[in-house]
């Protein structure tokens, strides 16, 4: 080949954009959306839009003025902000959302405390009478804190312990152990034991080697057990109108009970209470849905 023939082939080269340069500056072609995905999306909003309107229902009762509550229209004629404001002065609301705060995170402190290394231990050995021990866990799940009412009331009543906050700690995290014990048993259960074995062999102990390596891979399963703890102690009812009978030691949900009367409802008040109850839980679980939602797959795939 030529000389002449080089420089024009190299000068061809240089004036030529390169292969990726030019698919980087070609125009994107624009997606075509099948009818497939469009019905799909046309449904979900639908769904979306009607497990919405109660909750936008909600804030607007709890907007209304009360001279307008039986009214049939869907908006009020101006927005009473003030409701929010007098259902928090007039009432123990404050006092309700403080037992409640306390008491969720108590007790889902004391759960991952407790079923931690429960779940750990039983997923790594393999003791005799384990499908047992795993099968009563299972079975305590189905006992409703209803039927133990009596019980705890008597119990707590001669250790003096009623219109406490641990009462309700202690209850909570004790109804609510069986499922973080079986869900993180399932998750530990799904990471290889390999990994622990090559973490001690460069020194650490079985302690070491849980906290630094198989808690972080747990991690989704953990905020699994810890969000459903959360909101099964942030909408408990019944064990806190038992045991709590004084009105500044109620739970929320108690305290937002306290609206409704034997004639009368306050109907303004009871839904805006209601918005202050379930912000949140909303805001935590929008925080950490993506672990939520790993993590109930937990142990599906090993």
Not at 61 to 74: G, K, N
Not at 97 to 120: C, E, K, N, W
Request: net charge positive; proline share 5%; hydrophobic share 55%.
């Amino acid at each position: 080949m030529s000389q002449q023939t080089l420089d024009r082939a190299t000068r061809a080269a240089r004036s030529t954009p390169a292969a990726g340069e030019a698919g980087r500056r070609s125009p994107r072609t624009p997606r075509r959306l099948r009818p497939r995905v469009l019905l799909v999306a046309a449904v979900a909003w639908m769904l979306a839009a009607v497990f919405l309107l109660p909750y936008v229902e909600m804030i607007v009762t709890a907007l209304r003025p009360a001279d307008e509550l039986r009214d049939a229209t869907y908006l009020p004629s101006a927005f009473e902000w003030a409701n929010f404001v007098d259902v928090w002065r007039e009432s123990h609301l404050g006092d309700n959302l403080r037992v409640t705060l306390l008491v969720s995170a108590g007790s889902t402190l004391l759960v991952l405390l407790v079923a931690i290394p429960a779940a750990y231990y039983t997923a790594r050995v393999r003791f005799r009478g384990r499908k047992l021990f795993l099968l009563l866990v299972l079975v305590t799940q189905m006992f409703q804190p209803t039927s133990l009412l009596v019980g705890l009331y008597r119990e707590f009543y001669q250790l003096d312990m009623l219109n406490s906050v641990w009462t309700l700690i202690l209850c909570n995290a004790a109804f609510n152990l069986a499922f973080a014990i079986w869900i993180l048993t399932a998750y530990f259960s799904s990471i290889p034991e390999a990994l622990e074995e090559a973490a001690m062999i460069d020194g650490l102990g079985r302690g070491g080697a849980l906290m630094r390596i198989t808690l972080p891979l747990a991690m989704p399963g953990v905020v699994t057990a810890m969000i459903f703890t959360f909101i099964a102690a942030w909408n408990e009812f019944v064990m806190g109108l038992t045991l709590s009978t004084v009105p500044e030691s109620q739970p929320l949900t108690v305290g937002i009970n306290s609206f409704i009367g034997n004639y009368t409802v306050q109907w303004n008040y009871l839904f805006a209470g209601s918005v202050i109850a379930i912000v949140p839980v909303v805001v935590l679980f929008a925080l950490i849905e993506r672990k939520v939602v790993s993590g109930l797959t937990a142990g599906s795939v090993k």
